[in-house]
């Protein structure tokens, strides 16, 4: 069984650009959840989705920061007008259901120039 | 606002000695404590998890131990081994599909 699939591994940006990170959920979940972890940090909370839904996203910030699942394809955060600030490991975990543990992809690691 | 606090936050162990890593928690409506072990350039994988109407869980070599009252909970390494060398995060959340919220990390180094 194939793992949370993360792509890209790396992705280099400069400031102003825009960055789109994919997430393939493990076969048979449909409960993403999109984590932020800075350099020395432990991993914050951004946002939760179900299928086509946003359930929870109180750990997004305000401006610039978008996500999606749609009924069909991986799961998308998209970052605009990337900021030096951005610069992180982004990692998506998925469930099959609300009560079950949640499991985490190898991450993707944003760099900005 | 710091909900889940972790220490050490570095640990050296010898082989075959015990690591202990401590958390304690804030809010009493978190249900759900997950322990996560990361490697480098890796994600977290589940080690082990516990729910507050037990106070204590085995798997193997590893042990939560949980004190409601005291609203802390700890992992325990027994026999740890150089491959045991990682860092690991405690969590919590309400309701075992809630977000999680971590606690710092705890980088491990168990010494041959």
């Known amino acids: 069984n194939a793992g949370v699939m993360q792509n890209p591994r790396h992705l280099v940006r400069r400031r102003g650009q825009e960055a789109r990170l994919r997430c393939s959920p493990m076969k048979g979940h449909s409960h993403v959840y999109w984590y932020r972890q800075l350099p020395e940090e432990g991993l914050k909370f951004m946002v939760y989705?179900?299928?086509?839904?946003?359930?929870?996203e109180s750990g997004m910030p305000k401006e610039r920061f978008s996500a999606e699942f749609p009924k069909e394809g991986p799961s998308i955060l998209r970052i605009q007008q990337v900021v030096r600030g951005d610069s992180a490991a982004y990692f998506c975990?998925?469930?099959?259901?609300?009560?079950?543990?949640?499991?985490f992809g190898d991450g993707t690691r944003l760099s900005i120039l | 606002q710091q909900q889940v606090k972790q220490s050490p936050q570095s640990l050296i162990v010898q082989k075959g000695g015990i690591s202990i890593i401590n958390c304690a928690y804030e809010?009493?409506?978190?249900?759900?404590f997950p322990w996560y072990q990361q490697f480098p350039g890796k994600g977290p994988a589940l080690l082990i998890a516990i729910r507050p109407d037990v106070s204590e869980k085995k798997e193997g070599r590893f042990t939560i131990s949980f004190n409601k009252s005291a609203k802390q909970f700890s992992l325990h390494i027994m026999d740890s081994q150089p491959g045991d060398s990682a860092t690991y995060f405690c969590a919590a959340s309400k309701g075992q599909g809630g977000k999680l919220i971590f606690g710092q990390g705890t980088e491990l180094s168990v010494k041959p």
């Open positions: 809010n009493t409506a978190f249900d759900y």
């Open positions: 989705l179900q299928k086509e839904n946003i359930i929870d």
């Open positions: 975990a998925s469930s099959p259901d609300r009560g079950e543990p949640q499991h």
